[in-house]
């Protein structure tokens, strides 16, 4: 007998056939991502190419032109604010910036999402929050000002506070920047571990070849508003197309522009 059940989705978040850009100026044409569920998923490319705007079209933040981004099986930009703010409640963010609250403390900032919520008591909130500062190696740090923080060390407490509610569906913004090599390490070790042991689904951001590599199930390489490369970090190594050769091994030369568009420079010079 013919299997008439449906199948069901394997992707936890998808982007359609995404068109946007700001002030009539495109940053993406037609792209399609697709996020699995239970998967750490990577986007890497240049700077200034559009990763943290794929983050932000996922969460609502923005909105596309054109197309659609699907996340827990509804259209982000259908939903009401009331119903935007109950699926942001299933994601967990680590802003490139860090965006921590500079006038509440280390433990306050991790503490904010679960407080924000009112259904725990403040008791287990303490504890939770203690064991989030100590995978990311700062609870001895808890009391600390924010503006007492190194970069890196922001970063870590960032993270700390995108966990704090166990998501759903975890988006990392370049968590490995401003990290020395051991904590680096030590960050890459948690992800992964984040991702096996409570079956999160991961959207990772970065530019760090070596660690991203290590721990990501699938990984799209975009650039000039479309995807240059997809596929397991294996493929990828495999793949002798120029483009991203260059961009995977870090060559100098070849088809990935270093300069912003400009005229020649002799038309510009006075001499």
Not at 43 to 67: A, D, E, V, Y
Not at 121 to 142: F, T
Not at 190 to 201: G, H
Request: proline content about 6%; glycine content about 8%; overall charge positive.
């Amino acid at each position: 007998m013919e299997n008439t059940q449906p199948t069901r989705n394997p992707y936890l978040a998808q982007l359609k056939n995404i068109n946007f850009g700001y002030n009539d100026k495109p940053i993406f044409t037609s792209i399609n991502l697709n996020i699995k569920k239970g998967q750490i998923t990577a986007i890497m490319g240049p700077s200034g190419c559009g990763k943290t705007t794929l983050l932000h079209l996922m969460t609502g933040f923005n909105i596309p032109n054109k197309g659609h981004a699907i996340v827990f099986g509804q259209n982000i930009e259908q939903l009401s604010r009331a119903q935007l703010f109950q699926i942001r409640q299933r994601m967990g963010m680590l802003f490139q910036s860090a965006a921590l609250f500079l006038d509440l403390n280390v433990f306050d900032n991790v503490a904010f999402p679960l407080r924000e919520l009112n259904i725990l008591p403040e008791s287990m909130i303490q504890d939770i929050v203690l064991l989030k500062l100590e995978a990311v190696g700062l609870r001895g740090a808890k009391s600390l000002a924010i503006q007492n923080l190194s970069g890196g060390m922001k970063r870590r407490i960032a993270l700390a506070r995108a966990i704090a509610c166990d998501p759903n569906l975890l988006l990392l913004d370049e968590p490995f920047a401003g990290q020395d090599p051991v904590t680096m390490g030590v960050l890459t070790h948690l992800i992964n571990l984040i991702n096996k042991s409570f079956k999160t689904t991961i959207v990772l951001v970065s530019h760090t070849i070596q660690n991203t590599f290590q721990i990501a199930d699938y990984i799209y390489l975009v650039s000039e508003g479309r995807i240059m490369g997809e596929g397991a970090p294996q493929e990828l190594l495999r793949n002798h197309d120029p483009w991203i050769q260059q961009f995977i091994k870090g060559f100098p030369d070849g088809p990935m522009r270093f300069h912003y568009p400009s005229i020649p420079l002799k038309e510009e010079l006075r001499v």
